[in-house]
């Protein structure tokens, strides 16, 4: 760990590489107690960059054997190592450098470079890992082809991976054996994979649409065979999705997914060598709940669609992460919309963003989707770079409708195939095909934190003239102080009294097509902007931000009635949605401030005859009704809160949770009738119809939990019949939330018994013990820690636990002791030196401080304790820093 403070790297500064790699040849020789890297690389320098002849590589952690250039030994006059680099003071202008290193993946916990996940040999590159295998120039703008030799004990390690296409295989003496593997796209080293162990896998194939024949493997565990066909169904619907709507077909004859249990995110794109956390690729209908498959199918293309956005064309520099993020993320949202339902995926990343997203942009980590500075490249896989940089690639996706979008993509991977570029050819991409103009729009790439859109309104009966005012402004941001205006698709509609009306508008603005005259999609791009309408027979509620159109706050002084028309008869789904989110805000908040006042809390009839409404309607998706009932979470809650006078979090508890029973108590009949008429005989499936009856069921079943204990007896049988785990998990979930001690303790300890052969089970059966909110949160959670099936350095389960704890127990994480955020101070410190990048990532709800009224001193001590630990870790520091500021 370096002692010394990291320093900043800046997007200013950067230079495009001295030296070019045109070849690599790595030889990995795998033993229990180390790795013994030999690498061959074909330098060749770029004179026009080249200051002189030495030349400087990256690496970490690594014990050199031995150097030669040209295959001449080198002296140790001849070069000089530092903790992360091998400069060699003079290298001819084309050479070949080969190094010997010595590794040790048994000691990395880190989970970056070469490291073993139990007893298989893993490497995670991305972003700087590779630089912990080998000396080399780390860098995405190296692009090189590579060759891989891997050896190691036939007995312990018989399936030995690596990119590309497999050329030789060969029983070695001892019992060891060789694989060589030839990738023939040249990459940059943080798409390098290899893998060693004892595995089985799945096969299928893939014809792509020029009728080429390409073998699709999944590798995991023999025991977990089984748990692989969701996956390889995912990635055959990926890969057809991708030539049909992108033009994108796969480029190579093999694609290998591998399972890891230890593994710091959800999965990495390796060319042809996908690497996935156990987490993100197996399913059961008995172990993996509806949202679980869900996501294994998005995270899955998501990979597979980083084939093209991502590997063929790369980024230049880590700035431009979001070229390749944001873009795949919108990619990935576009299939999971296609293979579901629309408007609830759409409703999901909303809350998403609003919930998370905003709070980063509100904190004092704030960036912009192309960052201009870090001290740490792990600390920069943010909701910013990833969620706003998707949703940054769907306004442009809007501006410039399907088909000019289309044209843009295919130019972008035409024009740079094997490139590694920027956000800003992407753009300019989109513009040369399509010949608008994005320059204003630009800013959302360079500019933080989250604009603010309000609205004001008239109507002008006489004229039949309805005016819309349209503000924006953006707060400022660390090192940002003042903002230019975004250029912001505000989609809207007009609400009548028998439902949306025409619309016919004055003037310029809204140049983008529409199908229907009752949609139209406005163009903010100003400080302040009016927009009026003719021929408006009524007054109108006005419906704004259709299909969340902006990643932007929307401030409209909409009255109750306003919004339960919305509710009831927009034609758009997620102004629906949002309307009764509004609602229930509104309600909540009367809630809280009738405690503060002390007196009786009321729950407004007109929120719960809404609500009743809306469980009565059978026409309705049974997925969307869920989506309005579920009551806004307290994270969001507070998220909001801290936008006005700040959260108070054991106040929005409490109101949260009148709201829910008052809701539950007055709707039983409701609820019972839907929730009997929704059970279902079939045999488990993960399709939408499925997914979209299971949620809304079991959102009847916790609203009627919380109406009165006795309801538990649903829970208990539900439980008991359970015949998935989604099923399973929500009953679970009310009876460990709600049950008497006795009930709860003997459940969650038989569904331990029945499952703890299950990781990924016992993980869910952690969280949600960390998400209890009764009184004894803490202590429960501080007890488990010392279960015997938890350990500190399987990520999985820190962020079942912990993260669990702190993210999604509010009120025993903010305990007015201080005792939640020394715990999670404590875990942070242990975490420092073993894996800097979870450890840095739990410590996210802490740097929001500032949000929370009689905390923010508290928590602002608790980073200042961190900040005196000796030895932090770049990742760490900078968090802990930065949030101080
Ligand atoms: N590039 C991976 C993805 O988004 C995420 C990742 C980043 C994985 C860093 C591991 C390490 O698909
Ligand atoms: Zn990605």
Redesign the pocket.
């Known amino acids: 760990m370096p002692d010394a403070k990291p320093g900043t790297v800046y997007l200013k500064d950067y230079r495009p590489p001295a030296y070019l790699i045109n070849r690599t040849e790595l030889h990995f020789e795998l033993y229990e107690d180390c790795a013994i890297v030999s690498s061959r690389l074909h330098l060749l320098r770029d004179g026009s960059v080249a200051q002189n002849a030495s030349l400087q590589l990256h690496g970490q952690e690594l014990e050199l054997l031995s150097v030669a250039v040209d295959d001449c030994e080198l002296s140790a006059a001849e070069y000089a190592i530092s903790a992360d680099s091998l400069l060699i003071y003079a290298v001819p202008e084309q050479c070949v450098v080969a190094c010997r290193t010595r590794i040790r993946p048994q000691a990395n916990t880190s989970l970056s470079g070469l490291y073993k996940s139990r007893s298989l040999f893993c490497t995670?590159c991305?972003?700087e890992g590779f630089r912990k295998i080998t000396y080399y120039l780390d860098r995405p703008d190296v692009m090189s082809v590579f060759t891989v030799t891997v050896e190691a004990q036939r007995e312990h390690y018989p399936v030995l991976l690596s990119n590309g296409n497999l050329s030789e295989v060969r029983e070695l003496a001892a019992g060891r054996h060789r694989a060589v593997w030839h990738d023939p796209f040249p990459k940059p080293a943080y798409l390098f994979a290899l893998v060693a162990g004892d595995l089985s896998h799945t096969q299928d194939s893939f014809t792509t649409a020029s009728g080429r024949q390409v073998t699709l493997r999944i590798y995991v565990e023999e025991r977990d065979l089984d748990k692989c066909q969701h996956a390889m169904r995912s990635l055959q619907q990926a890969m057809r999705w991708d030539e049909q709507v992108y033009g994108r077909e796969y480029d190579l004859d093999i694609f290998n997914i591998v399972a890891v249990d230890d593994f710091?995110?959800?999965?990495?794109?390796n060319k042809s060598l996908n690497i996935f956390n156990t987490s993100c690729v197996l399913c059961s209908p008995e172990i993996t709940t509806d949202s679980g498959y869900q996501r294994v199918q998005a995270i899955v293309a998501?990979?597979y669609f980083?084939n093209w956005s991502g590997n063929r064309v790369t980024c230049r520099d880590w700035f431009q992460l979001s070229l390749k993020?944001g873009f795949?993320v919108f990619r990935d949202a576009q299939f999971s919309a296609a293979m579901g339902s629309p408007t609830v995926k759409r409703v999901e990343d909303a809350t998403l963003l609003r919930t998370a997203q905003f709070a980063e942009d509100a904190g004092p980590l704030a960036h912009s989707v192309r960052p201009e500075s870090f001290m740490e490249i792990?600390n920069f896989?943010t909701l910013t770079v990833?969620e706003k940089g998707a949703e940054v690639v769907r306004m442009m996706h809007t501006l410039l409708g399907a088909e000019q979008f289309r044209r843009g993509s295919d130019l972008y991977f035409e024009r740079h195939d094997g490139q590694a570029v920027t956000c800003e050819d992407f753009v300019r991409a989109m513009e040369d095909a399509s010949g608008v103009d994005l320059h204003p729009f630009r800013n959302w790439y360079a500019q933080a934190g989250t604009p603010h859109l309000t609205v004001r309104d008239e109507y002008d009966a006489v004229r039949q003239c309805y005016t819309l005012h349209v503000q924006q402004s953006c707060p400022a941001t660390p090192g940002q102080l003042e903002k230019l205006p975004f250029v912001i698709p505000l989609a809207m509609g007009l609400l009548g009294a028998a439902g949306n009306l025409p619309l016919r508008q004055t003037g310029t603005a809204g140049d983008v097509e529409t199908s229907d005259n009752t949609h139209t999609v406005l163009i903010i791009d100003q400080p302040g902007q009016t927009f009026v309408f003719e021929g408006v027979t009524e007054r109108p509620v006005p419906s704004l931000l259709r299909g969340f159109s902006a990643p932007v706050r929307l401030h409209y002084d909409y009255s109750k009635s306003d919004l339960c028309a919305l509710m009831r008869r927009d034609a758009d789904g997620f102004v629906r949605w949002d309307s009764a989110q509004v609602l229930a805000i509104r309600v909540i908040e009367e809630v809280e401030r009738q405690l503060f006042t002390g007196a009786v809390p009321l729950v407004d009839p007109l929120f719960i005859a809404a609500c009743d409404d809306l469980l009565r309607n059978e026409s309705l998706d049974p997925a969307m009704v869920a989506e309005m009932l579920r009551l806004p979470s307290e994270e969001y809650l507070a998220e909001l809160a801290s936008q006005a006078s700040g959260a108070n979090v054991d106040t929005i508890h409490k109101a949260r949770n009148i709201v829910r029973t008052a809701l539950g108590s007055a709707l039983v009949e409701s609820l019972l009738a839907r929730y009997h008429s929704l059970d279902s005989v079939l045999a488990y499936a993960p399709d939408a119809e499925q997914i979209a009856r299971r949620s809304l069921r079991n959102t009847c079943l916790s609203y009627l939990v919380s109406a009165g204990p006795h309801n538990l007896e649903l829970a208990s049988r539900q439980y008991e019949l359970a015949g998935n785990m989604t099923d399973r998990l929500a009953a679970l979930k009310e009876i460990a939330f709600y049950g008497a001690g006795g009930l709860r303790d003997s459940t969650l300890n038989s569904f331990y018994q029945d499952w703890r052969h299950e990781a990924l089970v016992v993980n869910q059966w952690f969280q949600v013990q960390a998400e209890i909110p009764d009184s004894q949160g803490l202590s429960r959670v501080q007890a488990l820690l010392a279960h015997a099936d938890f350990e500190l350095r399987n990520p999985n389960k820190v962020r079942a636990l912990v993260g669990g704890f702190t993210n999604q127990n509010p009120v025993n994480f903010h305990r007015v002791d201080g005792t939640g955020y020394r715990f999670l101070g404590d875990i942070v410190v242990a975490l420092n030196g073993l894996n800097p990048q979870i450890a840095s990532r739990l410590l996210t709800p802490l740097t929001k401080w500032r949000n929370y009224t009689g905390r923010a001193e508290l928590m602002r001590a608790e980073l200042e304790r961190l900040a005196t630990e000796p030895a932090l870790s770049p990742d760490v520091f900078e968090v802990v820093t930065k949030s101080l500021q």
């Not at 710091?264 to 794109?269: D, K, L």
């Open positions: 995670q991305e972003a710091n995110m959800g999965a990495m794109e998501h990979e980083h993020e795949t792990n896989y990833y």
